[in-house]
């Protein structure tokens, strides 16, 4: 009996230690490549309005998984250049005067986040997170000299004219944090590569900026 007993336990035992070493590990990190369309408001100088403007986005991620379900994100994006042509009312002495301006936007972005992933050791991890834009926003304005007519500022004035208005070039630099909100899903192709589907939303006062972007990546 006691030679039956000692015979279970040695073969018991090295099952056990060689089930417990044969629980996945799960990956802390991922990386992905993704690509998308974003629509995002520019103010113009002259321009009493946000005008909204369409670019091309891509960008790399890189997350941090601290456990199953929680992870902090890092993503570096480009924008590409958005250009606008504007009528502006613009002030010329005590009058006002429409000009033509080209605008150029140029971005890049820096976004820090933290998700919520639901699921664990599935094929699709859907998922919801927040966390805030880092915007480099480059702004050239180029105004051609040219001929506008002046709007008088008095009601009973009759003196429309048209006058030369001089050229202008300026360029400006702003940097601004944006918050967000995102959700979508990691939709597994093999153990470790992925595909994404993510949309964003970003907002300040109002609504500043959506986009869609889809990627591929690899857990390691």
């Known amino acids: 009996m006691r030679t039956a007993i000692a015979a279970f336990v040695c073969v018991l035992v090295p099952g056990l230690l060689h089930a417990q070493s044969d629980v996945p590990q799960l990956p802390r990190n991922d990386v992905t490549l993704s690509t998308g369309l974003i629509n995002a408001q520019y103010r113009q100088?002259?321009?009493i309005y946000d005008r909204w403007h369409g670019s091309v986005f891509g960008g790399i991620n890189f997350g941090r998984y601290w456990t199953d379900n929680y992870?902090?994100?890092?993503?570096a994006?480009?924008?590409?250049?958005?250009?606008?042509?504007n009528y502006e009312l613009v002030q010329t002495g005590?009058?006002?005067?429409y000009v033509q301006s080209e605008y150029v936007f140029k971005d890049l972005r820096l976004s820090l986040s933290q998700s919520v992933q639901f699921g664990r050791n599935q094929w699709i991890h859907p998922f919801l997170g927040a966390g805030v834009?880092?915007?480099y926003l480059r702004t050239s304005e180029d105004r051609p000299a040219q001929i506008s007519t002046v709007f008088a500022s008095s009601v009973s004035a009759r003196d429309n004219r048209s006058v030369s208005i001089q050229g202008l070039r300026?360029?400006?630099?702003a940097v601004r944090a944006v918050p967000f909100a995102k959700g979508g899903f990691k939709i597994y192709v093999s153990d470790r590569a992925f595909l994404v589907q993510e949309f964003k939303l970003g907002f300040t006062d109002r609504v500043d900026h959506v986009l869609w972007k889809t990627g591929v990546g690899i857990d390691f």
Not at 71 to 75: A, I, L, P
Not at 170 to 173: F, G, K
């Open 170 to 173: 300026e360029r400006e630099t």
């Open 94 to 97: 005590p009058d006002r005067a």
């Open 77 to 85: 994006g480009w924008l590409s250049t958005a250009e606008s042509h």
């Open 133 to 135: 834009d880092i915007d």
């Open 45 to 47: 100088t002259a321009d």
């Open 71 to 75: 992870k902090t994100e890092v993503e």
